[in-house]
C-alpha cells in the first residue's frame, strides 16, 4: 500500500501527470496507469452489485499531457472465460472523460475490466482487476 | 437393574436432544453468504414502465383479467388455467399445455416480479410484455390483437375496472388496451410473493448470532447448505435473496425437442426480444427516464447463449416439480443426480466450468434435498378478489 502510494506520488510529481485530474466526485475510485497513460475511473453507483447494471466514469491521460482517447472498455471473468452478457458503450465527455454505460456483472468471482486507451497511433491495453463477493 | 436402565435411557434422550439442537460450525465467510440470501420477504417491487404497477386499482383489475377466460380465442382459457394458486402458480406438467401441448414447463409465479428477464429464454424484458405473448400466442390462449380491446370495452364491469385503473374509459385504440391488460396483468403477479421458509428463520438467526434459534435447522439442511454454498458452488448463479441471478446458463439438459428440432434457449429469445415491438425500448414504455432499459439496450447476442436457459429461483421448488426448463427432470432427487453426474463432454467449457459432475455421496446429494425443502413453506389461502365496481 505504501509503496503504491509512493509510486503514484512519483507520478504525480511530473508536471504532465498533475494535470490528469483523478478526482471524478464522490471519490477518486481506482488508478490504473502504465508507462504511457494514466486512467482514473470509478463505477456509478459507488457499490458494484451482483446482477445490478451500473456505468463507469473515466478520466484518461498521456505521459505527455495530449489528449488520450478510451477506445472500448470490457469484462471478462478469466477462470471461467466468459464475458459479461452485455456490451457497453462509450460516451466522450471531452478532455479525457468519459462514460461507459451498460455493465452488468451476473456473477460474484474475479472480473477482469479491460480498458483499450490510444494517442494517435500508439494505442495500449490496460486491465483492473475486481473481486465481487 | 431398573437405576440403571433408567439412567441409559435419560442418556439417550438427552443425546438425541443434543443431536436435535446441534449447530454445525459455520465460519464468518459462510455466514456472509448465508445471509447474502435474505432478509425474506424483499421491499414490494414497483416497475417503473408500468404506470399500474403497485397500484391497488391495476392490482385488482389484473386479478380478475388474470381468471377471465373471455380473453382467450375460444373464451375457454384464462391465464389461471396454467398458472394456478394451488399449484405455486404453475401446473404440475412437465410441459404446459395449451391449444396443444408446449415445448417448455410453465414457469411458477412466484416472486416474477422481481425479475428483469422473463420467459425461460428472456424473451421478454418487462412483466407486462411477457403477458402480452400468451394472450396472442395461437398456441396458447390465442386472443388475438384486438380481443381484450373489445372485451374491456363490452364488459360493464371490467369497463369500470380499468378506468379506476388507467384515469379513463377503455378507448378505440385495440393495442393500447392490449397493453394496459397486460400492464395490469403484471400489476397483479408482481404481488405473488412466497412466503418465509424455515431456512429464512435459520439465515435470520444465524446473521444475528442466535445459536439457540438457529439450532432448531435440521441437520440434514445445514449440511445441504453448506455444500450448496461451498463445494456445489450452487450459489454463482442460484444467489441472492431469491436464490437466482435472474440470468442464463447452459446446464447439459439435451436442447432437441424433437428429432431434427432444437430449443435455442436464449440465442432465439433475444431475436425476439429485438424483433418485439412491446419491449422496453419501444414507445408503451412508462419510465420517461429510459433507466430501466438499460438491459435491453446494452444485452449482447452472443453464440454461447444457445442452450442457455434462465436460472430459476429456488423458493418453493421442494413444491413445484417437474423441473428444468422442459420439465425433463420428475423429482428434485434427479436434479441432484443430473448436477452430480452431468457429463462435462456436453458443456463444452474452456476454462473453469461452472457446472461440472459433482460426484455426490448418498448422503450429500440427500443433504442437498433437504435444504432444498427448507426453502418450502405452506403459502396462505388466498381469498377471492373483491368485485371490481360493486
Redesign the interface.
Known sequence: MRLAAALLGTLLATPAWADCALDLGRGTGWVVFSEHYLMAFRPDPLRIE??E?FALILNVCTRNGGAAELLAVDAN??????G??????IVAKGDGRFRA??F?F????RWEITFDVRAGDDSERLTHDIIL? | MRLLLLLVWLLAVGAVGVRAQQLLDWSSDEI?AVGQHGPWPPPPVRDPSNKVSGTPAGIALGEHLFNEPRLSGDGRMSCAKCHQAGREWSDGLAKARGAVELDRRTPSLWNVGYLHWFGWDGAGDSLWAQSIRPLLDPREMNGGPTRAGEFLRSDLAFACGYERAFGSKPGTDDERLLVDTAKALAAFQATLVSPRAPFDDFRDALVSGDRESAARYPLAAQRGLKLFIGEANC???H??PRFT????GDIGIPFFVRPGEVDSGRLGGLGRLAANPFNLLGKYNDDATGNNA??T????R?H?NFGEFRVPGLRQVGRSGPYMHNGSLATLEDVIRHYSEVSPDRLH??????VRPLGLSAEQSADLVAFLRSLDAEPLARPSPAPLCP
Open positions: 451482483v446482477g447494471p471473468m478469466p477462470e471461467h472465460r466468459h459479461m452478457n452485455y456490451r457497453a458503450t454505460e451498460g452488468l451476473h456473477m460474484p468471482g463477493k | 456472509r450459489n454463482l448463479c444467489l441472492g441471478s435472474g440470468e442464463f438499460r438491459r439496450r446494452h444485452v449482447q452472443q454461447a467449457s474452456d476454462g473453469i466450468p461452472l
